[in-house]
């Protein structure tokens, strides 16, 4: 963000740090990019709390990033100087595992770094993020954004939109499918304009009718509101896919009879234990519930390109750093259409 | 079964009933077997005991039948007197529905007959199942006997054998794969013979080292001792699918880490209510939980071509119809191998 400096967030200004804060040298397959937009996602959230128990203090946080080349190491040759370019979650992984080789980096079986909270090698600390004036990151792990794409709107694509994007892909939308977006916040919302944009019949399933004229601007075919039992009824056996955005724990099999026979519900927003596995829905129809990860590096570059043909950019309100602990109370609030 | 007269089952014999039970008469599609070997599933008991409130009583369970063709209705073509033939559990369904277009009557969507407990139109009464002298069933739910194969064995084809090898089909279980098979019971011995002769390298996964000698005899290539962590540890990420055979409810998220990513654990035992789900298997891995009942009439078939092919019948213990309370008892205690 061009407005502020390095942000250590919250309470982590106060913490000493045993870990040297020198930003590393940009070495021979480095690209230096200064920042001019990054989106605020629930992980930073997450992190800054160190809900999972993993992170490193003083955190910087800040994985949906937009901005241009201000340096390039030797080696890199497919980008210029001054270019738009972004970089998203995924800092670094092996390369040389199955996943990686196949360019699906987020399931690298060694375990990708992440862009920011991940040990950086050369200096024995660990990496800050997009809440920065600047980021050095390896060029594999960096995108080029194409003419035409809101450099803004462009920055929650490299979480929410990929985390949505990858799933849809994966399981074949097309035309000629009934997809349900389950949940409509941040990676929600994205789900429903990508889903919309592969012409899938789309339906906005939420519990909230509040949300229904918003989701069909956004793209939506349909809302259905889950709270109503009738509704769900007429509605099952309708889905050839589910997209679960919700981002914490609940009883998703609430949703499963809504799937055809094979059908799938992939869940991208609640990780970690939730609610009892009722299999009967999964028996008596051969339905499936999976998960996915943000993206690839390869599809992430897919998704960017698709996205500038589709005119599909996230949904924003932009803030100034140093208003970010307010955002973070109202995300927790539901209150921001659709990111930061 | 030759040796006894129809057997209401239990504690069915002593109550009265509404029901009419003249067995229905011999339609133009219809087919009249005489039963010579009936296979002992555990469903049955859960229909004798009224495990899930469905059972109308007096009732004649069994759905793993095999005999002989003694009388054919008029419109009955590819069948002959005497010949060798099975039914299964599903006794009818509505053939117009997608499921049933695309040879899935399990999962038809109006919902299909079970052999025995369902209602019979013409009589206003509830279908009697196998563990009788004779059945008459709809000629499109015959299934023909391939010669060579030994018919005690093979009735349990009819349930454990199709249940088990409509997954392994379904998921594309070939040469080159990893396959573990959860359980070592009635469904599971099916699976390890059914995954060895599909070409997969096939492991026992078991949490009794006294299952290892029998796995391997049956085609288990290796065994996986599920109480070890360090072994656990080892087969991480080793499996392209695991097949499910635990009969009640258990800890599945305990095997979701053995999976590769993208790999799917198929659960086929355990119907209804089970542990927590914990999603983090499947968001980092991409990985699935799906179910499956039984098989199609069409797959059914080709599973007893399948079977003759590789000389695959079911383990079993032969009784006499009068054991059978015993059988259910030595049964839950899994004092059988593997099948009566």
Known sequence: MSHISCYAALSAKSLLSPYKIDRRKIGANDVEIAIDFCGVC???????????GITHYPVVPGHEIVGKV???????????IGQRVAAGYIGNSCQTCSSCRAGFEQYCLKGFSTIFNSPTKDLGG?????????????????????NGLDPAGTAP??????????PLKNWGIKPGMTVGIIGLGGLGHMGVKLSHAMGAK????????????DAIKLGADEVLISTDS?????????????????????????YMGLLKVDGTMCIVGSIGPTAELNTEHLVYGRRRIAGSLVGGIKE????????????????????????INQAYERMLKNDVKYRF
Chains 1, 2 share one sequence.
């Not at 694509?157 to 985390?163: F, N, P, R, S, Y």
């Open 300 to 323: 992430t570059q897919e998704m960017l390109y698709f996205c500038a043909k589709h005119q599909i950019i996230a949904e924003i309100e932009i803030i100034k750093m140093d208003e």
């Open 157 to 166: 694509l490299l979480c929410a939109g990929i985390t949505t994007y990858s």
């Open 42 to 52: 629930h992980t930073d959230l997450h992190y800054i709390k160190n809900d999972w």
């Open 126 to 146: 660990f990496a800050y993020g997009g809440y920065s004036k600047s980021i050095v990151v390896d060029d594999h792990y960096v995108l080029t954004v194409p």
């Open 202 to 213: 789309t339906v906005m399933i939420t519990t909230s009718i509040n949300k229904a004229v």
């Open 230 to 254: 009738g509704l769900m009824k007429a509605m099952a056996n309708q889905f050839d896919f589910l997209l679960n955005t919700i981002p914490g724990p609940h009883d998703y099999n609430h």
């Open 70 to 80: 201000t340096s390039l190491g030797k080696e890199v040759k497919n980008l210029k």
